[in-house]
């Protein structure tokens, strides 16, 4: 069974500080790491992917990824109050002509004007 | 740029009635998933679909089945509806690379079953 853990927050941080994300797996095997943005009622929106261990920057997110600790992490800079929303966690594994996501339960994050 | 299409957005049903919800994937991708969403809960998988073959199998109910057609639009087939069933059905579609499937999700049908 593979799992996804993340804290189910709510994290609040105020508007332009950093907010930072985490989530574990527990399947060693996975291969790829997303972040989605989920609105309420709205569907997961793609943000970030990472594949590599160490980190990819695209604005003010950055997604880190340390395999070893199966360990996935987002940085939200300048948090802003439209960033208030519920992030998901997924871990891909692939296996032949097989492949889905495994979802963590999200977290919500709040930025406080 | 062009993203998933669902149709119908919103469905009302009664118990014990059928339903179809129609998934039209990005186009040039080649596999389409499908996720149920109860409130509070984080999207669980029900099927995918590659290359019009099913590739894998999540937690579909056995009322459910879906299938993919030659110009990769999906339909997922619900049948004798239970109260339970009532969430949100997203569709997604990759485009397969290497290993790698970044999946772009539609912006689901709202199922509500009286």
């Known amino acids: 069974q593979k799992e996804v853990e993340q804290n189910s927050g709510p994290l609040s941080v105020p508007e332009g500080a950093i907010a930072s994300l985490n989530c574990t797996y527990s399947?060693?095997?996975?291969?790829?790491f997303f972040w989605y943005r989920q609105y309420s009622g709205k569907s997961p929106e793609l943000i970030m992917f990472?594949?590599?261990?160490g980190d990819k920057e695209d604005g003010r997110f950055t997604a880190q990824l340390n395999k070893a600790s199966q360990y996935v992490s987002l940085l939200i800079r300048d948090s802003q109050p439209s960033d208030s929303a519920t992030y998901l966690c997924a871990v891909g594994y692939s296996g032949g002509s097989n492949y889905k996501l495994t979802f963590g339960k999200g977290t919500l994050l709040t930025v406080n004007p | 740029a062009a993203g998933v299409i669902q149709s119908p957005r919103h469905l009302i049903k009664e118990k014990r009635e059928t339903a179809t919800l129609k998934c039209y994937p990005i186009?040039?991708?080649?596999?389409v998933y499908w996720y149920q969403q109860g409130p509070g809960q984080d999207p669980q998988f029900l099927i995918s679909?590659?290359?019009?073959?099913?590739?894998d199998k999540g937690s579909i109910p056995d009322r459910f089945s879906a299938q993919q057609f030659s110009d990769y639009h999906s339909e997922l087939n619900m049948s004798s509806l239970e109260l339970g069933d009532s969430a949100l059905y997203f569709c997604?579609?990759?485009?397969?690379?290497?290993?790698?499937?970044?999946?772009?999700f539609g912006p689901g049908t709202r199922l509500t079953v009286t």
């Open positions: 997604a579609s990759s485009r397969k690379k290497g290993t790698t499937y970044e999946q772009y």
């Open positions: 990472i594949y590599s261990n």
């Open positions: 399947d060693r095997g996975s291969q790829s």
């Open positions: 186009p040039r991708h080649d596999t």
């Open positions: 679909f590659y290359e019009k073959m099913q590739s």
